[in-house]
């Protein structure tokens, strides 16, 4: 099986600052790679599909990168809305996986 | 709109079944695959199932594989998730999601899952 190794865990940062959170594939996934959004007691919602593109809605703020193997989602001008847990996904191959989360937190 | 909502879920016994459903709506759901995502309480997202737009191809992980099957009733645009023997570390959200080109673009809100004695 693929594994994600998503990091950090938690992070905590004040509006208008920028964050990137990462997710480490243990083999090449081709760009195969999305970002979920998930806020307390909701479903998860797609941002970002194939590493970098993304989805029709998503404000501005959001984007993703790709290097190797190590796939990075940076949120810009940190908005009080962005509170929530980020989870990344490859669908590569089966089973598709999952990181375990980055929970961030604002000031 | 595109518009997923599961149901069927509640309180088990181990070794119980128990049936979810997933109705769409919005979409053409014939000519799309279907994955099952699972939520255990305060932790990350598991896939447990994808089925292809005509139901002729179903994936599982090995930890519900023989468990869990899943199917869609497409004259319905309604997915299901029959899931037997359940356990206790089977307890989480359930979700449904549309997979569109191996990402999910659209989920529905969850059905919950207790399996206890």
């Known amino acids: 099986d693929i594994q994600m190794t998503q990091s950090p865990a938690s992070l905590s940062a004040s509006l208008g600052e920028t964050v990137t959170i990462e997710c480490l594939a243990s083999?090449?996934?081709?760009?195969?790679l999305a970002w979920y959004q998930q806020k307390p007691g909701k479903s998860p919602q797609l941002l970002i599909y194939d590493a970098s593109s993304l989805q029709d809605g998503v404000p501005s703020r959001f984007s993703g990168s790709e290097s190797g193997t190590q796939y990075s989602l940076e949120i810009n001008s940190l908005q009080s809305e962005d509170a929530a847990t980020y989870f990344c996904q490859q669908h590569h191959d089966y089973p598709n996986t999952f990181g375990a989360g980055t929970k961030l937190e604002l000031k | 709109e595109v518009q997923l909502v599961e149901s069927g879920g509640g309180l088990v016994q181990p070794g119980s079944p128990l049936k979810l459903s997933c109705a769409a709506s919005?979409?053409?759901?014939?000519?799309?695959?279907l994955n099952w995502i699972r939520q255990a309480p305060g932790k990350g997202l598991e896939w447990v199932a994808s089925i292809n737009p005509d139901g002729s191809s179903t994936y599982y992980p090995d930890t519900v594989k023989g468990r869990f099957v899943v199917s869609k009733d497409n004259a319905k645009n309604t997915g299901y998730l029959q899931m037997n023997n359940l356990r206790s570390e089977d307890t989480a959200m359930y979700y449904c999601?549309?997979?569109?080109?191996?990402?999910?673009?659209?989920w529905g809100q969850g059905a919950s899952v207790t399996v206890s004695s």
């Open positions: 919005g979409f053409t759901f014939s000519s799309n695959w």
């Open positions: 999601a549309r997979r569109l080109w191996g990402v999910m673009d659209a």
């Open positions: 083999e090449d996934i081709y760009s195969n």
